[in-house]
């Protein structure tokens, strides 16, 4: 009894402070802290997973990767939560979550789950296969480590219409850190309309993925406080109807051969408030879908400049393409800005060759950016291009 009472104190304390020492901070807007969930889980209430010699209930074995232990604390389909104590946990295979289900770490620096040799599957934390009509899945405060050997950290799919909660499947990701994947970093879509609809991404981060950091084919989404640095395809593919973005962040997106866009609004009626594009070898603000609506957002030395392969077509501030659009905020290029890194080259090289780029038959737009004086090299232009003659376009520099 006293080794099972040490056990429960030892992972209270552990999911209060990570490895560094350090406390793990409380959530900004709310729900369950990582010391909470370990107090429900030192009390028995819910299931939880650790190591060998921790006492939990579910012993991770990385012989065969600890995705049967977390999955076999979930189980195939009954409500459920379970907490993973604080370590790093080899998998071989995904998490799968079902309807109202929870996976919850001690922060996303504190749990990390990562893939290892042998690993088998697309992602590391997924739905079930097939035409299932479960929803209302929570991820939080957890790391995802793909190590270039699965897919994607996230890959959340609707296929069917849910029987309960529906019509919208509305999975919560929260303090979810996801890197190295092959593919895109947290990628939610499916073929029910809307796929995960009304999905909710609060304080998450993707670092290094092989595609887009967040892939985003599903309608009605919330996305809050996020960052995105260095995916090969691009930050935020928002590729769902009446996505709203707010506060979010992405830098150093794109290779020396492709462009990656910091945001491309690939669909209709999307909104964008407060967000920034910095230093990404592509356009800032790709704007595709009609109906969209960007503002208060800065576009800083974004583009290939002028180095091999550049055009003023992937090397704006915002990229218009789409009609009906409403665009307000800064577009500048500062001395030494751009994705040098990303390109390879020298100084005064990467970035922003314009601040807009309009492409041909674009019509009923509005646009007010600032430039400002300064336009180090190898920024070239205000404006690329026209609009129709219901437009309104203003770029002070």
Known sequence: MQDQRSNRRSLLRAAAVTAAGSAVAAPALGGITPA???GLAASGAIPWVGKAGSGAPFIADDAVGAQAAINAALGSGAQQAVYVAPGEYLVKGPVVLYGRQALIGAGP????LKATTGFSGTALVTTPAGAYTHSRQCVTDIGL????LAANGINFQMNADPTTYGPDPAPWLTRVFVSRTTGDGIYLGGTYAGGMREFKLTDCRVENAGGWGYNLQSSDGFVSGCSCQG?????YLIGGGNIK???S????TGTATTAGPGFRLASSRATVVGCEAQ???GNGFEIVGANCTISGCTADSTGWGTAAGATDLNSAGFHVAGSAASIEGGSFQRANGGPRWVLGVGANVAGMRTALYLASGVNYVSVRLVTGANKPAPFQRLITGTAGANSSISVLG
């Not at 480590?145 to 270039?148: K, Q, S, T, Y």
């Open 231 to 235: 995916s090969d395809a691009g930050g």
């Open 109 to 112: 620096m504190a749990t990390v």
């Open 249 to 252: 962040k992405v830098y150093g």
């Open 36 to 38: 909470q969930a370990a």
């Open 279 to 281: 230093d990404v070898a």
């Open 245 to 247: 973005v707010w506060g």
């Open 145 to 148: 480590e793909g190590a270039n």
